[in-house]
């Protein structure tokens, strides 16, 4: 490995861990971190659990920062080189781009081990331990590992409603997850006339 290739490897990799950290915490910021301080404050989590929290959200938001942080930071790092005429010295002293791309090629495969690795064992473990904070605190900041709530809304010709259908895959024990409500119109407004529940 040559010392043009260290030079590279060394600026791509710091920039790239850099745009990482700056996507992670841009993104738990508006509303996971909000989630987190509101807990903490609603006395919901000690101040050790919302810690935990944040934690455990960060390897889901990891899957979509370090592919972004791989292309930004190649961007990045052949702008600066192209600007400050690095580029131009580096191909004029008889080294092809093939040879260039070597250094980008290792530090991206150093991020696709990171996203493997972040895939296979981060994630399971920070839903695992999600999942556990959740039933001991009864936080309800699942956050995005809970799949969503779906509803169904049915009209007759009249414009009054006929069904309403709630499926609710992340319902608590206890708690109907499949509700099916029929309506009957009675003069203006429509009451419920037969509920299915599962």
């Given amino acids: 490995m040559t010392l043009l290739d260290r030079y590279l490897i060394r600026r791509l990799a710091i920039i790239a861990l850099f745009a990482i ?6 993104w738990l910021a508006p509303e996971i971190m909000f989630k987190a301080v ?21 390897p889901p938001v990891l899957t979509y920062c ?9 961007v990045f790092l052949f702008r600066q080189m192209s600007l400050s005429s690095e580029l131009t010295a580096i191909l004029a002293s008889g080294i092809s781009f093939i040879r260039l791309i070597f250094p980008v090629a290792i530090v991206g495969c150093g991020l696709a081990l990171l996203f493997f690795l972040t895939q296979e064992v981060l994630i399971p473990w920070s839903t695992a331990s999600l999942r556990h904070l959740n039933q001991v605190t009864h936080f309800e900041g699942g956050g995005q ?15 009054q409603l006929e069904k309403f259908l709630v499926i609710s895959p992340h319902a608590v024990e206890r708690q109907n997850q ?10 203006d407004i429509s009451r419920v006339a037969r509920m299915i529940t599962a």
């Fill in 21 to 26: 950290l700056i996507f992670t915490i841009s």
């Fill in 178 to 187: 499949f509700i099916f409500l029929f309506f009957r119109p009675q003069g």
């Fill in 145 to 159: 590992t809970n799949p969503p709530q779906l509803t169904f809304v049915e009209k007759g010709n009249n414009g």
């Fill in 38 to 58: 509101a807990g903490i404050s609603d006395h919901q989590l000690t101040f050790f659990q919302g810690v935990a929290y944040l934690i455990y959200q960060i």
């Fill in 66 to 74: 370090i592919p972004i942080s791989a292309l930004l930071g190649s």
